[in-house]
């Protein structure tokens, strides 16, 4: 780098230490951001995985009754198994009977306790045989009554619960207060891959399961001693025949933690596709402020061209800030990085998704990631501004004014171009996606991530032309300011079109403050109106009772089903229907490979009084299944047909008896059964509300007043809950984009601050040829007014195509470009208010700089 150079760095860094701490700040902003979302995303991914805990680790082989789903390895099975068959064999040294139930954990004040992210809350049965028992008690005693539970600590620390405490257990049926008498661990893991476990005797599980005496779900079995695992499964297959899935212990391990890893993979990705976004806002605020440097130290880079230093050693000293800056960026980041991540641990968390489970991860990944991206994005943004400070002439020293240098448009049009051909070959696929797969999740997760780097070339090729509409958008700005503001406007146009990279890089500060914010907005409002809309369309009933506990997907937790009784004889009730619901899987579709189906039932009676679906389907009969018009296409099915599904108590025939519509999406989006068919399917099919006509809020609440952990919601209320799993997506977005939008609105404030700050002899000429303060802070309120306007309508322009293209690309109706009136007017003029807020202070101290101070700035 050379000696010299390294002591000009030395001096710039004693003398400038005020412009750097800014662009200083604003990288380790971004890199504490960039840290944080790849520490959530590793820990997520480290949670919804389990880690490699698993409550199978000591059986050799396990015995599920009928068939298991091959798909789906934590899938319950669908048939019984008699406990004393597999006790009998000889090469069998130990078994215990197994089930599981889903449950809600609620602390004694109501509150529903979150299972570890992704998971569940089950029920199964404490095994009293150490040779098979895998929980390690870390406080307490096994359970040894009814009533008597012990949980995994995962779910003791999330709901703030010790050995002796009491909680509530919300059953399919029922809810069951128990006290806990132990604390486990499993592998030395708080939870498992399934989720966090509630271990109560096995008697207490098996009735819960609603299983016969001596029949469970599965059996776990060890192997005598000398006898391999993989010959006592052979020996159990050809024993029970197809009664029954044997699989050993190590497959079902092996599966759970593959479907896991891979569950956990897929959300480190959303997350990751949002750590981009941090990225690429922390290269546009670096590059802005490395920008504005640049442009404040132009006569002293000039002079070091007059003085006999080349192009390429002035570039290099330039790179060699940014390599300082970045330095020290990437070890305040990654030092910010744990608490910030923390905060986002919490705000998921409240949403129902909760990672806390795993720890703070210190591995080679979460430390050098960010740190590497310290450096580079510093580098990457300060690339350009190396390359015009290496351009500046030596003439340019002799010049008394900030004036810009003229440069070639050339380089600028054609990246501008380069930039937009990307973004318009990103969105094409995002149509070429949407053409070629199906509907679903998994499209619409495609289509989203090239409508967002699409989105995100396209801001980076109109900042690149920003240059262009300054001097336009600051004609028109001081004709109408002449108007208002007399000679004061027109010296301000002078200044705006003298300098429009000065204002285009404060203005392209704002256009992405401003894209931020009203995209994520926007697609938010859309959304949300369009499940008012629709729950509003389908919920004939005025009223819902719901749990105030939530899944992991942040839906009301199931009830118990006691509830529609408790609330059918309450004042003026007309109608009290428990809407159910259960996962079957079609395995006699003519489409081969169907997914699983959700099937709800409400009441005996069908949906009539409570739901209005579309299509007007007649109430299904005992035997017979509805289909949504999506699902009955799908599956290639025609009314009249019969179909075979694979349920929670075995394979059941149905015949389809027509189709319809929900298009909330919320109470039975795929298929409707009667109850009486519902219970043939599942008899512990989920409550996930009771839906009421009539009666009043306050008679309800009476009603249930005796039931811990439920709650009366109105119809609006009850869809918005409802509607959580579907619109939690959006909500991490608000998480990621609120902290990027404070990345931008502080680079924002940088720029801002630093332009102003380097025409601190401009303006001191200005006071000398009899210019009052009042009248330079004019002058920059009228700049500011052009950052404003530009920065606001490409923005703007931003966030509607990019909402335009979702709904064109994804076909759905809950992204609908179609904004309410008082958006624009609201972001615009929060929009003025942060420009003018940013501009205010450092305003007003060039305008109290002394002549002769000014007359001596660089």
Same mark, same amino acid.
């Given at each position: 780098?050379?000696?010299?150079?390294?002591?000009?760095?030395?001096?710039?860094?004693?003398?400038?230490?005020?412009?750097?701490?800014?662009? $200083?700040?604003?990288?380790?902003?971004?890199?504490?951001?960039?840290?944080?979302?790849?520490?959530?995303? !590793?820990?997520?991914?480290?949670?919804?995985?389990?880690?490699?805990?698993?409550?199978?680790?000591?059986?050799?082989?396990?015995?599920?009754?009928?068939?298991?789903?091959?798909?789906?390895?934590?899938?319950?099975?669908?048939?019984? #198994?008699?406990?004393?068959?597999?006790?009998?064999?000889?090469?069998?040294?130990?078994?215990?009977?197994?089930?599981?139930?889903?449950?809600?954990?609620?602390?004694?004040?109501?509150?529903?306790?979150? /299972? /570890?992210?992704?998971?569940?809350?089950?029920?199964?049965?404490?095994?009293?045989?150490?040779?098979?028992?895998?929980?390690?008690? =870390?406080?307490?005693?096994?359970?040894?009554?009814?009533? =008597?539970?012990?949980?995994?600590?995962?779910?003791?620390?999330?709901?703030?619960?010790?050995?002796?405490?009491?909680?509530?257990?919300?059953?399919?049926?029922?809810?069951?207060?128990?006290? #806990?008498?132990?604390?486990?661990?499993?592998?030395?893991?708080?939870?498992?891959?399934?989720?966090?476990?509630?271990?109560?005797?096995?008697?207490?599980?098996?009735?819960?399961?609603? !299983?016969?005496?001596?029949?469970?779900?599965?059996?776990?079995?060890?192997?005598?001693?000398?006898?391999?695992?993989?010959?006592?499964?052979?020996?159990?297959?050809?024993?029970?025949?197809?009664?029954?899935?044997?699989?050993?212990?190590?497959?079902?391990?092996?599966?759970?933690?593959?479907?896991?890893?891979?569950?956990?993979?897929?959300?480190?990705?959303?997350?990751?596709? +949002?750590?981009?976004?941090?990225?690429?806002?922390? $290269?546009?605020?670096?590059?802005?402020?490395?920008?504005?440097?640049?442009?404040?130290?132009?006569?002293?880079?000039?002079?070091?061209?007059? #003085?006999?230093?080349?192009?390429?050693?002035?570039?290099?000293?330039?790179?060699? =800030?940014?390599?300082?800056?970045?330095?020290?960026?990437?070890?305040?980041?990654?030092?910010?990085?744990?608490?910030?991540?923390?905060?986002?641990?919490?705000?998921?968390?409240?949403?129902?998704?909760?990672?806390?489970?795993?720890?703070?991860?210190?591995?080679?990944?979460?430390?050098?990631?960010?740190?590497?991206?310290?450096?580079?994005?510093?580098?990457?943004?300060?690339?350009?501004?190396?390359?015009?400070?290496?351009?500046?002439?030596?003439?340019?020293? @002799?010049?008394?004014?900030?004036?810009?240098?003229?440069?070639?448009?050339?380089?600028? +049009?054609?990246?501008?171009?380069?930039?937009?051909?990307?973004?318009?070959?990103?969105?094409?696929?995002?149509?070429?996606?949407?053409?070629?797969?199906?509907?679903?999740?998994?499209?619409?997760?495609?289509?989203?991530?090239?409508?967002?780097?699409?989105?995100?070339?396209?801001?980076?090729?109109?900042?690149?032309?920003?240059?262009?509409?300054?001097?336009?958008?600051?004609?028109?700005?001081?004709?109408?300011?002449?108007? /208002?503001?007399?000679?004061?406007?027109?010296?301000?146009?002078?200044?705006?079109?003298?300098?429009?990279?000065?204002?285009?890089?404060?203005?392209?500060?704002?256009?992405?403050?401003?894209?931020?914010?009203?995209?994520?907005?926007?697609?938010? !409002?859309?959304?949300?109106?369009?499940?008012?809309?629709?729950?509003?369309?389908?919920?004939?009933?005025?009223?819902?009772?719901?749990?105030?506990?939530?899944? /992991?997907?942040?839906?009301?937790?199931?009830?118990?089903?006691?509830?529609?009784?408790?609330?059918?004889?309450?004042?003026?009730?007309?109608?009290?229907?428990?809407?159910?619901?259960?996962?079957?899987?079609?395995?006699?579709?003519?489409?081969?490979?169907?997914?699983?189906?959700?099937?709800?039932?409400?009441?005996?009676?069908?949906?009539?009084?409570?739901?209005?679906?579309?299509?007007?389907?007649?109430?299904?009969?005992?035997?017979?299944?509805? +289909?949504?018009?999506?699902?009955?296409?799908? $599956?290639?099915?025609?009314?009249?047909?019969?179909?075979?599904?694979?349920?929670?108590?075995?394979?059941?025939?149905?015949?389809?008896?027509?189709?319809?519509?929900?298009?909330?999406?919320?109470?039975?989006?795929?298929?409707?059964?009667?109850?009486?068919?519902?219970?043939?399917?599942?008899?512990?099919?989920?409550?996930?509300?009771? @839906?009421?006509?009539?009666?009043?809020?306050?008679?309800?609440?009476?009603?249930?007043?005796?039931?811990?952990?439920?709650?009366?919601?109105?119809?609006?209320?009850?869809?918005?809950?409802?509607?959580?799993?579907?619109?939690?997506?959006?909500?991490?977005?608000?998480?990621?984009?609120? +902290?990027?939008? !404070?990345?931008?609105?502080?680079?924002?404030?940088?720029?801002?601050?630093?332009?102003?700050?380097?025409?601190?002899?401009?303006?001191?000429?200005?006071?000398?040829?009899?210019?009052?303060?009042?009248?330079?802070?004019?002058?920059?309120?009228?700049?500011?007014?052009?950052?404003?306007? @530009?920065?606001?309508?490409?923005?703007?322009?931003?966030?509607?195509?990019?909402?335009?293209?979702?709904?064109?690309?994804?076909?759905?109706?809950?992204?609908?470009?179609?904004?309410?009136?008082?958006?624009?007017?609201?972001?615009?003029?929060?929009?003025?208010?942060?420009?003018?807020?940013?501009?205010?202070?450092?305003?007003?101290?060039?305008?109290?700089?002394?002549?002769?101070?000014?007359?001596?700035?660089?």
């Amino acid at each position: 780098m050379g000696n010299p150079l390294w002591l000009i760095a030395r001096r710039t860094f004693a003398e400038g230490w005020v412009r750097l701490t800014a662009t $200083l700040l604003a990288a380790l902003g971004s890199i504490a951001l960039i840290a944080a979302s790849l520490q959530f995303a !590793l820990r997520a991914q480290e949670a919804v995985a389990g880690s490699d805990a698993s409550e199978y680790f000591r059986a050799d082989v396990l015995v599920r009754g009928g068939t298991a789903d091959p798909g789906d390895p934590f899938a319950p099975p669908d048939g019984r #198994i008699r406990l004393d068959r597999i006790t009998a064999l000889p090469s069998v040294a130990a078994a215990a009977g197994d089930a599981e139930v889903a449950v809600t954990a609620s602390r004694t004040d109501g509150r529903g306790i979150m /299972a /570890a992210a992704e998971g569940r809350t089950l029920l199964r049965p404490w095994v009293p045989d150490p040779r098979l028992n895998p929980y390690r008690l =870390e406080a307490g005693r096994a359970p040894s009554a009814d009533g =008597e539970v012990a949980v995994v600590r995962h779910l003791s620390r999330a709901g703030e619960l010790s050995v002796g405490d009491a909680m509530t257990l919300t059953l399919p049926h029922r809810a069951h207060r128990v006290r #806990i008498t132990g604390i486990v661990t499993v592998q030395g893991r708080d939870a498992v891959a399934a989720g966090d476990l509630v271990l109560a005797p096995p008697e207490a599980v098996r009735r819960a399961a609603a !299983l016969p005496a001596g029949s469970w779900q599965g059996v776990w079995v060890k192997a005598a001693p000398g006898v391999p695992a993989e010959r006592l499964r052979g020996e159990l297959a050809r024993e029970l025949g197809g009664a029954a899935t044997v699989r050993t212990a190590g497959s079902v391990r092996l599966a759970q933690a593959a479907a896991a890893s891979g569950e956990g993979a897929s959300i480190a990705g959303v997350v990751g596709m +949002l750590a981009s976004v941090a990225i690429f806002v922390g $290269l546009f605020v670096v590059a802005n402020t490395f920008g504005a440097l640049v442009r404040q130290r132009t006569r002293r880079l000039a002079l070091l061209g007059a #003085i006999g230093a080349t192009p390429r050693q002035i570039g290099r000293l330039i790179r060699l =800030e940014a390599l300082a800056v970045g330095a020290v960026a990437s070890a305040g980041g990654l030092a910010a990085g744990f608490p910030l991540a923390e905060l986002i641990v919490r705000l998921f968390a409240r949403d129902g998704f909760d990672v806390s489970a795993a720890a703070p991860q210190t591995g080679w990944a979460a430390l050098t990631v960010p740190a590497a991206a310290g450096i580079l994005v510093t580098q990457a943004a300060a690339w350009r501004a190396a390359r015009r400070a290496a351009a500046v002439p030596p003439v340019q020293a @002799l010049r008394g004014t900030a004036a810009e240098s003229r440069e070639r448009s050339w380089p600028r +049009l054609l990246s501008a171009a380069a930039l937009s051909a990307g973004a318009i070959l990103l969105f094409g696929v995002a149509v070429a996606v949407r053409a070629e797969e199906p509907p679903g999740p998994d499209r619409t997760f495609v289509v989203g991530l090239m409508i967002v780097f699409g989105a995100m070339l396209a801001v980076t090729g109109l900042a690149m032309l920003t240059p262009y509409f300054v001097g336009p958008l600051g004609g028109l700005v001081g004709r109408l300011g002449a108007l /208002a503001g007399g000679e004061t406007a027109r010296l301000a146009r002078a200044t705006i079109t003298r300098s429009p990279r000065r204002v285009s890089s404060a203005a392209s500060s704002v256009m992405l403050g401003v894209a931020l914010v009203a995209s994520v907005a926007l697609v938010t !409002l859309s959304a949300q109106d369009r499940f008012r809309e629709a729950g509003r369309q389908v919920m004939a009933a005025e009223h819902a009772i719901a749990s105030t506990a939530r899944t /992991a997907e942040g839906a009301p937790a199931p009830l118990p089903r006691d509830v529609a009784a408790a609330v059918a004889g309450a004042p003026g009730v007309s109608r009290a229907v428990a809407l159910t619901r259960t996962q079957v899987t079609p395995v006699s579709s003519p489409v081969p490979g169907a997914e699983p189906l959700l099937v709800s039932a409400a009441g005996q009676d069908g949906p009539r009084d409570v739901l209005r679906l579309g299509g007007r389907p007649p109430a299904p009969r005992p035997g017979e299944i509805a +289909l949504s018009s999506a699902v009955l296409e799908r $599956l290639g099915l025609r009314s009249g047909q019969d179909i075979v599904v694979r349920a929670a108590r075995g394979r059941v025939a149905l015949t389809v008896t027509g189709a319809y519509h929900d298009p909330s999406h919320l109470f039975a989006d795929q298929a409707l059964v009667a109850q009486a068919t519902m219970d043939r399917l599942d008899a512990n099919a989920a409550t996930q509300a009771v @839906l009421v006509r009539g009666g009043s809020r306050e008679a309800l609440a009476r009603a249930v007043a005796g039931i811990p952990g439920v709650r009366v919601l109105g119809r609006d209320a009850y869809v918005e809950a409802a509607s959580r799993p579907l619109t939690r997506a959006l909500r991490a977005t608000h998480g990621f984009a609120g +902290l990027a939008l !404070l990345l931008a609105l502080f680079g924002m404030a940088t720029t801002v601050s630093m332009s102003v700050a380097e025409r601190t002899r401009e303006f001191g000429l200005l006071a000398a040829v009899g210019a009052t303060g009042r009248q330079i802070r004019a002058i920059v309120r009228w700049e500011a007014a052009t950052v404003v306007t @530009l920065g606001t309508a490409l923005g703007l322009v931003i966030a509607l195509g990019a909402l335009t293209l979702l709904h064109v690309t994804t076909g759905s109706s809950y992204l609908r470009p179609a904004p309410p009136w008082w958006l624009f007017p609201a972001i615009a003029a929060a929009a003025a208010a942060a420009t003018l807020a940013t501009s205010a202070l450092p305003t007003r101290r060039a305008a109290a700089v002394p002549i002769l101070t000014a007359a001596a700035t660089e």
